[in-house]
Structure formats: C-alpha cells, structure tokens
C-alpha cells in the first residue's frame, strides 16, 4: 500500500438518500492479517493444553507445579493480548463501547472509542499476582534457586508495580473521538495530578478537505509493521492545527470501517443526520471475517481494492 492514500472514488455524496442506503465498505488497509491470526489460534491451543495437563500435574507436584503453570500461563498469555488486535479478528464482533454519546454544547453523536490501558493493566495485575503468590510459597523452601528468585522478583517487582499502577492515575491522557451530524468531536482530557483539563475541539464536516488514510510506524516491532492513522485535513487556513489525526489503529473500531463513515458523512447531509440516531453503532459494522479475509486476499492477489456493500 503506498504511504498515503486519498480516496477520490465516489461515495455517495450526490446520490439520493433512498439510493445510499449506507457506508460502502473499501478494503483499503489489510483488514486482516493470517500471521497474527494463526498467532491467535495457535496460542489458544496452548492454553487449552495446559488446562489439559494442569490437573495431574497439581496433584503429583503441589503449589510447585501450579505456580509453574501459572507462570508459563502468564507468559503464553501475554502475546495473545496483542495478537488479538493485530490480527483483525476483534473487529469481527463490533464493540458494546460504540454507543450513542451526548457531548456538551455539540449533541447527541457515535462515540468511536479507544482501545485504553485495559491490557496492560491486566498483564501488570497478573505478573503482580504471580509473583506475590511465588515469594509466598518459595520462602519456607530454604536457600536455593527458585527462593532466591522470588524474593529478587518480589523487592524489584513489588515497588515498581505498586509505582505503574499509582502513575496512571495520577498522569492521565486520554482522546475521546465521536462522529456528529455537527462535525468530528475530539476531546483530549489530561491530568497532572491534581491539574485537570479537557480541551474540546469540533471539526464542521464543511470544513473538511480530504481524507487520507496513511501509515504510522509500530515502535513496538523491531521490524516494518506499520499501522493506519486518518488524517483529516481542513479547508480553512486560520487555525494553528491544519489537519485533525485520528489514529485508527487504537480504536476500537475496523478501520477501513470508519473510513468509509467519514467519507460518506463528509459531502452527504442526509447521512450526517444518522449519527444522531440510536442505531447509528451500526454504520461502523464491518463485514464478516471471511468476507474481509476474502477481500484481503483478492487486493494482494490483484494489487486492488476490493468492495462490499
């Protein structure tokens, strides 16, 4: 895919409203990605099988050998909170947390919510437990490895856990991106401690000149994995934020999805109008995983696009 992508193609901008019916669908960002998918599947496997061995082996070894599952759990577990995201397949249910949302002095909208910290914490909640259960099992053990260990982990592990989990919520930010029939709301809350702010900015669907989807680089790899951003660019020159950046790749939403939204709200009035509505969470609904799986195949067969309405 190039770097950036501007879509020219026709959206339904001029067409009546009985002839739109809705969004059309444009694979413009692979949807989903086999490795990661194969990752996802491959990990469960894992978990089931050691759900299968885990009772015999509790019964021959003890606390020992459940802790040591649990720690091997811990670690298969892990990647699976990031090959879930990847790989596509959590936009195959659309979230409960795309919602009709009310703004202050903007109205009633679709939320387009973020994927937040909920991972981490966990991941950092699990690693926390794990080793507290370890120092409290090992301790008694006498001087050898498995001790050692646990105590080590323990004085390193405990303060800088308790330390994580104490910064975020004293260091706080947050961007909140909703869809109006108005325009695009984003708020940005921060806090500093006892420092709050919530800076709200609304982006009229008038005042938008294109929209780009484009490639912003995964620092979390070693190698190319990039991921989708939506640069939203503005017609007016008087503002000191030219352009509105809505990163796609930590919605909660497919992003090929909410591209296509954009670009059927951007020049058709009537649309606009269903953001306000209840059901309006269904607009941002992707096709099936195997659609989608389908057409991810078909552009890199042909190097294309592939559409579904």
Same mark, same amino acid.
Not at 27 to 37: A, T
Not at 44 to 53: H, W
Not at 172 to 201: A, C, F, M
């Given at each position: 895919? @190039? ?7 026709? !959206?339904?901008?001029? !067409? ?20 990661? =998918?194969?990752? *996802?599947?491959?990990? #469960? ?22 802790? !040591? ?14 090959? *879930? ?31 937040? @910290?909920?991972? &981490? ?32 982990? !323990?004085?390193?592990?405990?303060? &800088? #856990? =308790? ?7 004293? %260091? ?29 900015? %609304? ?45 796609? #790749? ?6 090929? &999805? ?6 059927? #709200? ?35 067969? %042909? ?7």
């Amino acid at each position: 895919m @190039d770097a950036a992508m501007t879509d020219r193609e026709d !959206t339904g901008a001029n !067409t009546p409203a009985t002839a739109n019916p809705g969004p059309v669908w444009v694979r413009r960002w692979r949807s989903v990605h086999l490795g990661w =998918l194969a990752a *996802v599947f491959g990990i #469960c496997t894992v978990v089931v099988g050691l759900l299968v061995v885990a009772v015999p082996v509790i019964a021959r070894t003890g606390a020992g050998g459940l802790l !040591t599952l649990l720690w091997l759990a811990f670690f298969v577990l892990l990647p699976l909170g990031m090959a *879930v995201p990847m790989s596509g397949i959590g936009s195959a249910r659309l979230s409960r947390f795309v919602r009709r949302v009310d703004v202050a002095g903007v109205g009633a909208g679709l939320s387009v919510p973020g994927r937040g @910290d909920f991972v &981490a914490r966990a991941g950092l909640l699990a690693f926390a437990s794990v080793v507290g259960l370890s120092y409290f099992v090992f301790r008694d053990d006498g001087p050898d490895l498995r001790q050692e260990m646990a105590e080590l982990l !323990t004085a390193i592990g405990a303060p &800088a #856990c =308790l330390a994580w989990f104490v910064l975020g919520f004293v %260091v706080v930010n947050r961007t909140r991106v909703s869809l109006h029939p108005e325009g695009i709301v984003r708020q940005i809350y921060r806090r500093r401690g006892w420092k709050v702010s919530n800076d709200v900015t %609304v982006l009229p669907w008038s005042d938008i000149a294109d929209l780009r989807l484009e490639e912003h680089p995964n620092p979390a790899v070693p190698h190319r994995g990039d991921l989708p951003v939506i640069r939203v660019q503005r017609r007016s020159s008087e503002t000191d934020e030219p352009e509105l950046v809505i990163m796609a #790749c930590e919605k909660k939403v497919e992003p090929n &999805a909410l591209l296509a939204l954009l670009l059927w #709200c951007r020049g058709n009035p009537w649309a606009r109008e269903q953001l306000g509505r209840e059901d309006a969470r269904e607009l941002l609904r992707p096709p099936s995983l195997r659609e989608r799986i389908r057409a991810d195949r078909a552009a890199s067969t %042909v190097g294309g696009r592939s559409t579904v309405q």
